[in-house]
């Protein structure tokens, strides 16, 4: 039995030519579509976080290289000129959030695509606009993949999964890459469940996760993020499964702030920790860990909760938004060219070199 998300996170829109997505600035308490028609509102878009989660950042990149390119086409009257605006773009499109590699994979793509092309400039728009809609029906497909292959990683009957920030349906275009392992787990049996941290400080986990397994009648407990050890602890934990935003060649993951802490929980308690990602996640120009840029984000999102203070005036704020898991601690990544195992750095090559 195949399972059927609710949930279409992002989808080009024709003839209108616009990016619908889903607003995730507003659930739970709304679940509305918003149209992004130029590439300035993408980048706006990205930045606040109205779309979020890597494999979705990097589909929103590639929609709005195409919006780009719709605008400039108006702009411009030769070949070089569009090429040189379109750079521009994608430099600008880029520049909006530097952790998920997504981002930078999908703009780089669709700018590959056009940089030598003897089409004209129509038909380099169109072949934007088109590839585009191709990412965004890939990325589906390749999540049903990794939820397939995790899905056999799954100890027994009745597991329960602790899942950490939002890789689900709401983080990609559907279906989700952790919570996708979740989804084909529980079309084999009903029965298993997930445990989803709250995820301070954007609450990726308590806005989003169980939002959306909710709506699709996955069984989910809310946990707070420092409670996993305590419930690895009475042998409550069967699976780890979380996303990852940048994978270095060697196997470190860049993922969710409170990741590093919960690999090291989950190895002590010897739960098995794995990271779902495609490999569009897979950053094979950076060695290890230590090169991945890592996002600071505002002190209001910790000092702040629902626009409401939580703390003392004049505190001292830090935000990294992200962290670095040693490979070590890394079961295995789930792709979808099936599941990786240390040495890293040679199951990658071995996953790329298939590509
Ligand atoms: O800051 P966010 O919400 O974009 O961070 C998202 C995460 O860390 C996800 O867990 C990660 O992107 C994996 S998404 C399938």
Not at 63 to 80: C, F, M, N, R, Y
Not at 145 to 150: E, P, R, T
Not at 263 to 291: C, M, Q, R, W
Request: one cysteine or more; a negative charge.
């Amino acid at each position: 039995m195949e399972f059927k998300s609710k949930i279409k996170t992002i989808e080009w829109i024709k003839p209108d030519n616009v990016s619908r997505m889903v607003d995730q600035l507003v659930i739970p308490y709304e679940y509305k579509m918003v149209d992004i028609k130029t590439c300035e509102q993408m980048y706006d878009a990205i930045k606040t976080m109205i779309v979020r989660g890597a494999p979705a950042i990097g589909i929103a990149g590639a929609h709005g290289l195409a919006l780009a390119a719709l605008e400039v086409s108006s702009e411009v009257e030769t070949k070089e000129e569009f090429l040189q605006k379109l750079k521009e773009k994608a430099e600008y499109l880029k520049s909006s959030r530097p952790t998920a590699v997504n981002l930078m994979w999908a703009v780089d793509k669709q700018f590959e695509l056009v940089k030598n092309s003897e089409k004209t400039i129509d038909e380099m728009v169109q072949l934007l606009i088109d590839h585009a809609i191709e990412l965004e029906n890939d990325d589906i497909e390749i999540n049903k993949k990794i939820g397939d292959y995790g899905a056999e990683l799954v100890p027994k009957k009745g597991a329960t999964i602790l899942t950490h920030c939002n890789a689900g349906a709401l983080a990609t275009v559907g279906y989700g890459t952790a919570l996708g392992v979740v989804r084909s787990a529980f079309a084999k049996d009903n029965t298993i469940q997930v445990f989803a941290d709250e995820t301070r400080p954007r609450q990726q986990g308590s806005r989003i996760t169980t939002f959306e397994l909710v709506m699709d009648n996955i069984p989910v407990t809310l946990i707070t993020d420092g409670m996993s050890g305590y419930f690895m602890n009475k042998g409550m934990i069967d699976m780890v499964v979380v996303g990852a935003d940048r994978i270095a060649a060697n196997g470190d993951t860049a993922n969710k702030i409170g990741t590093y802490n919960l690999a090291i929980v989950a190895n002590y308690h010897k739960v098995p920790f794995y990271i779902a990602a495609p490999l569009s996640t897979i950053d094979i120009s950076i060695k290890t860990g230590k090169e991945i840029p890592i996002e600071e984000r505002s002190h209001e999102e910790v000092t702040h909760i629902n626009g409401k203070r939580i703390c003392a005036e004049g505190v001292k704020v830090i935000n990294p938004g992200f962290d670095v898991t040693p490979s070590e601690l890394i079961k295995g990544i789930i792709t979808e060219k099936g599941v990786l195992y240390p040495p890293y750095e040679d199951s990658i090559k071995k996953a790329f070199e298939q590509v």
